[in-house]
């Protein structure tokens, strides 16, 4: 049977796991141990950059003077303390989602996310067994909105890049799926919406990751 993609690659936070406001509670208490605010704008900044650049931002926004490696220590340290202490906090569908297609189809991971936070969801959710790849930007010499993270992803896989299909729920990371010349499906996440022009961006946008279906967007976006 031949079937409409080769693989599918998810990203992780926002479209599997409701954790895009974890990561932003964790920043404003970081922020707050040194008397200091982290705005939306701040959030934004770092949205799709891979561990060293996101601590690289918030050195800077932060006016703090201090090692990257620790802002990267200590931000991971409080997600994993978070799933450890609470789960993985699933979006709806999404473990469905994902051993429905799994069935069928080679599976990755491609986030943004430290290596440590990947492997917590993977652990707490119960779908590691489902991905036949996992790949961190912090492998990458570039994050999001960089195609890298997703070229690698494909590398894995064994597949090219023009038969992957990417699900994602941020305009950096709809950004770095097109710049990889791969067909990108947008589900915005409700907690943290996306930027302006992701859905612009995206080859089709959905409502909710249950509504995943390849063979009908392979159709919509051959025709379309």
């Not at 997703?150 to 090219?160: F, K, P, T």
């Not at 992701?198 to 959905?206: D, F, K, V, Y």
Request: proline share 5%.
């Amino acid at each position: 049977m031949t079937h409409p993609f080769g693989a599918i690659i998810f990203d992780m936070d926002g479209v599997l796991v409701d954790s895009e406001i974890w990561w932003d509670e964790v920043r404003q208490a970081f922020a707050a141990r040194r008397g200091r605010d982290w705005t939306t704008e701040d959030r934004a900044a770092v949205m799709g950059r891979n561990s060293l650049g996101w601590a690289r931002v918030m050195r800077d926004r932060l006016a703090i003077d201090e090692p990257l490696e620790g802002i990267v220590d200590e931000v991971v340290g409080a997600m994993l303390e978070r799933f450890d202490a609470e789960g993985a906090p699933l979006i709806d569908g999404a473990v469905t989602t994902v051993r429905r297609l799994a069935a069928t189809y080679h599976l990755g991971v491609a986030s943004s996310a430290h290596p440590r936070v990947i492997e917590a969801f993977l652990r707490t959710s119960g779908l590691r067994d489902a991905f036949r790849s996992v790949t961190s930007s912090d492998e990458v010499e570039h994050g999001k909105p960089s195609p890298d993270v997703y070229l690698l992803a494909a590398e894995r896989l064994d597949v090219q890049p023009a038969a992957c299909l990417v699900v994602e729920d941020s305009l950096n990371g709809v950004v770095s799926a097109r710049a990889a010349g791969m067909i990108v499906v947008l589900v915005p996440n409700a907690a943290v919406p996306p930027a302006p022009g992701a859905e612009e961006a995206a080859h089709i946008r959905l409502h909710a990751i249950a509504e995943l279906d390849p063979a009908a967007i392979r159709a919509a976006t051959s025709t379309g």
